[in-house]
């Protein structure tokens, strides 16, 4: 397995469309972070809005990457298929093997209204396989804030593509109090890639609190994980990714940001020996 950064590591340096800082980070300071740190893959996820750089930009960043012999993987969200079809194309133009895709579930519907939304993902999926297909790109739909495992692993089975899987995030699915390694289990018998990202729970006036960590200070037990990955036959890429709070001030938040990736990073190479 191989070790990389996934730009949500910096989502706040980056932002979202709730939060845009005045000078964000940019596609290119993301393969600057990976040269200085040695990490030879890189996730562009759907907070860097890949779908609206110019194909000039895109093609730029394909030199960069293919010069400093990064592996590039690509992240999507959303229902939209046109939008898929985008970052299909835009995946190709990386030369990404892998695109993530985060299937949006309103979860205020009833039963009825969340089968419906499990077939449409099915239904949407299976569409843009022909096309995945011709550019050779794999794609994972991710267990995420809005989406049960259950209900991942139903769309991975009625897609019934060996080239769609599952994208195995280690700290997504306890917003339904699913266990990590339970999620970990149901889904890396389908890995196309993974999200390692450690988190803790506190106890605030609002109730129970989740938030990120650096690896190896939290409740995951990567090792463990790793394990069942490796069990599964699973030999891709662990992504580096964080689930910070805000500080005060952007400036001390991009410092933390900055400080708790390196520290990711150290545990990942010393004690899960990814490289």
């Known amino acids: 397995m191989r070790l990389g950064i996934g730009s949500f590591a910096y989502r706040w340096s980056i932002g979202r469309p709730y939060y845009r800082p005045e000078h964000p980070m940019t596609a290119d300071d993301l393969i600057d972070r990976c040269v200085e740190y040695g990490v030879k ?109 259950s209900e991942v692993k139903e769309i991975i089975e009625g897609v019934n593509d060996p080239a769609f899987g599952a994208v195995v995030d280690t700290c997504n699915s306890t917003v339904f109090i699913t266990p990590t390694e339970e999620a970990v289990r149901t889904l890396a018998p389908y890995a196309k890639s993974v999200h390692i990202k450690d988190y803790v729970v506190t106890l605030n006036s609002r109730g129970d609190i989740i938030t990120g960590v650096a690896l190896g200070k939290g409740y995951v037990d990567f090792p463990k994980m790793l394990e069942i990955l490796k069990e599964n036959g699973y030999e891709g890429n662990c992504f580096i990714e964080l689930y910070i709070d805000r500080c005060e001030t952007h400036e001390e938040t991009v410092k933390v940001e900055g400080e708790l990736v390196k520290e990711s990073i150290d545990y990942a190479r010393n004690v899960l020996k990814l490289n």
């Open 41 to 149: 893959a890189l996730l562009y996820c759907n907070n860097m809005e890949l779908e609206n750089y110019a194909d000039e930009k895109l093609y730029a960043l394909r030199d960069r990457l293919d010069k400093e012999g990064i592996a590039v993987e690509t992240g999507s969200r959303g229902t939209e298929r046109a939008y898929f079809v985008r970052m299909l194309e835009v995946s190709k133009i990386l030369g990404a093997k892998v695109m993530r895709i985060g299937w949006d579930m309103d979860r205020t519907a009833d039963a009825e209204g969340i089968k419906k939304q499990v077939q449409n993902g099915i239904d949407t999926i299976k569409s843009l396989m022909p096309l995945a297909h011709e550019y050779g790109i794999e794609i994972g739909i991710e267990n995420g804030k809005g989406n049960l495992v």
